[in-house]
């Protein structure tokens, strides 16, 4: 497969990711018990098989894309691959071990990565905010070496993955309840 073909197919997958994330969040928050219902109903149980799918992903990914695409990695990617490069370990032990604090480490982890692609995209846009001591003249992190969909860019695709892998394991743990007053993290704590 060509670089175009498969930085097409990550696009793709990172915007059905966004949406999925969105959708999660949105069903979370809402006050439409159906749709909360379902949504729990949809995941109950997968959060960390998805979860870890979602993370193993965007680390082949982002490995394809510097290994074998050759596209350098610059300062801000590599604060990203810090966050991403261990969640699929974690996650997949996790899934294996039937460990639900995972969560504990996880979602600070991929919420951390998402606060960098944030500004990263920020620096995408707007190219004053690059600091020298982030990014580095010779690689600077303005580069985008792919743009699909008119808008969507490395650290966007990074972005929406941190979102779905923070969606995915905000939901509370399978046999804990659905009780919208309590964050999903803290039933861990009583469990």
Known sequence: ???NTLTLLFATLAVLGGIAAASLVALRLLPLPKGRAAATELVAGQEIPLAF???LVATLGSLYL???AHFV???LCWYQRIAMYPLPVL???AWWRHDESVRWYAVPLASIGGCISIYHILVEHFPSLESSRVCEAAN???IRWVERFGFLTIPAMALCAFALIVALLAYPPPGTG???S????ESEMSS
Do not use: N
């Open 53 to 55: 799918m979602v993370a």
């Open 182 to 185: 309590v964050h999903p993290l």
């Open 1 to 3: 497969m060509s670089t």
């Open 178 to 180: 659905d009780a919208p």
């Open 73 to 75: 990695p610059c300062r």
């Open 91 to 93: 996650l997949g032990i």
């Open 140 to 142: 600077p992190c303005t």
């Open 66 to 68: 510097s290994e074998v």
